[in-house]
């Protein structure tokens, strides 16, 4: 499709990209991905979902790189625009319709997206851009705080989980990085961006035949029933959001990991151990008592090459159900290594329910879809998402790599509690978003405290 170079050009311009070249590049891209000139794009199924999950939690997902040097903002802008015309999801308004949800493309400038300036107070300014919330209506669905303090240089992010899950994001950055890079040092064009389908059905594509025939027949999804809870002051739904994090160094989580390992475990069974043993310590459950953690499953394994989809969701849920709490750390883990050796006998691990998500809101128009998938679907309680370890490389910006990271989930509805977790050169990070109060506030930090003990026992 041939687009009028004149007008394009000029719509460029205004949404705040300045460099000619750049412009002539990123039209001859579109006109190379038709897909991307549409003014209306269809919500998929994750979009649907999480969507639905409004009634649970604000939408909003969180995260932070840092690095040790001042970016070149002119130039990050200009790559911004990039990110957002080969992504339109992030520059379009969510219309609920009620027979099928949708987004619609909007226009834009890049210092909505983009706020950058000087701080003196860091963490003010973080807890404010961490409490924001992006309405559905927005014309703009990411937005990034470039915070300079003391010469270095604090990236936050906040979007809406509709677009992209940390895995989403992760691929997102990782673009964006590459193509930054090779602007400032190279020249080149930061067109480079994935154009990918955001589909579901993705996952499958990649599978052999008679596993994906069996993959697509896996309807039901059962998550066992468990009545634990955080020993919040109330349940009620407030408007605060409360972030409470910590981050364990090196030296203490290279060891805890080492000797889970040696153990047959892994990295995720001990965060998993360490959730439990922590709970159990500040809510004064007993160490025979059952108990579930649901834990992200990040599908993208199905695929051979991620960068061929587009940023999007593709997460599910395994629910590690242990039948006792545990003595100690130690006798916890081996429990929850039990449990996980278990869980991955199941080849379709993650893929249970889709199909018949799918099928629920395929089948019928939205506003009869959204309260029957509600009547089936249970939100975790008690959750956790591990979004790995950082490739330092990978989200290196113009040959400089982060010296820290940080990732915080949708502010959750109590009495739901979800932990988020990530590594970067060794460090562990770990944090709990919710709808809170300054009760629940100091109840998570006594929750920390005890994680933070149970990581440096080792």
Not at 65 to 72: A, E, G, L, S
Not at 214 to 223: M, R
Not at 354 to 374: D, G, R, S
Request: with cysteine; charged share 25%.
């Amino acid at each position: 499709m041939k687009l009028n170079y004149n007008t394009e050009a000029l719509s460029l311009k205004k949404k705040g990209l300045t460099d000619e070249k750049v412009i002539e590049d990123l039209i001859r891209f579109k006109e190379a991905n038709p897909h991307l000139l549409k003014n209306k794009l269809p919500c998929e199924m994750y979009d649907k979902i999480n969507l639905m999950c409004r009634k649970y939690m604000d939408r909003m997902a969180r995260f932070e790189v840092d690095y040790d040097f001042i970016v070149d903002e002119t130039a990050f802008k200009n790559v911004a625009v990039c990110a957002l015309e080969s992504a339109p999801c992030l520059h379009s308004q969510v219309i609920r319709n009620p027979i099928t949800p949708y987004w619609r493309v909007a226009d834009y400038n890049v210092n909505e997206f983009i706020c950058a300036k000087e701080v003196d107070d860091l963490q003010k300014a973080k807890e404010e851009f961490y409490s924001k919330e992006i309405p559905l209506k927005s014309n703009i669905q990411m937005n990034i705080g470039l915070f300079y303090h003391k010469g270095k240089t604090y990236i936050l992010f906040i979007w809406n989980h509709m677009c992209m899950d940390g895995g989403g994001f992760k691929s997102f950055w990782s673009d964006f990085c590459k193509a930054y890079t090779d602007y400032v040092l190279n020249g080149n064009s930061p067109v480079c961006f994935s154009v990918g389908s955001r589909k579901y059905t993705e996952v499958y594509k990649d599978m052999p035949k008679d596993f994906k025939k069996k993959a697509k027949l896996q309807i039901a999804n059962v998550s066992p029933r468990d009545k634990h809870r955080f020993p919040f002051e109330n349940n009620n739904t407030e408007n605060s959001v409360v972030i409470v994090s910590r981050k364990i160094e090196r030296e203490y989580f290279e060891k805890a990991a080492s000797y889970t390992k040696s153990q047959g475990a892994t990295v995720n069974d001990l965060l998993v151990a360490s959730y439990i043993d922590a709970l159990k310590k500040v809510a004064g459950f007993k160490n025979d008592e059952s108990i579930s953690i649901s834990c992200a499953t990040d599908l993208r394994r199905h695929i051979s090459d991620a960068s061929s989809i587009g940023y999007t969701n593709h997460v599910s849920f395994s629910h590690c159900a242990v039948d006792r709490m545990g003595v100690d750390l130690k006798d916890t883990l081996s429990v929850v290594r039990e449990k996980t050796h278990e869980l991955k006998k199941d080849e379709f691990m993650g893929l249970h329910g889709l199909p018949l998500l799918n099928f629920a809101y395929k089948t019928m128009v939205y506003a009869q879809a959204e309260p029957i998938v509600k009547l089936f679907y249970r939100n975790p309680t008690l959750s956790l998402s591990n979004v790995g370890a950082i490739d330092t490389q990978a989200f290196s910006l113009g040959g400089n790599k982060p010296f820290s990271a940080f990732v915080a989930g949708a502010a959750k509805n109590k009495p739901c509690a979800v932990m988020t977790a990530l590594s970067i050169n060794g460090d562990l990070s770990v944090s709990m978003c919710l709808r809170g109060n300054d009760n629940d506030r100091e109840m998570l930090e006594r929750f920390f405290t005890e994680y933070e003990k149970n990581i440096k026992s080792f």
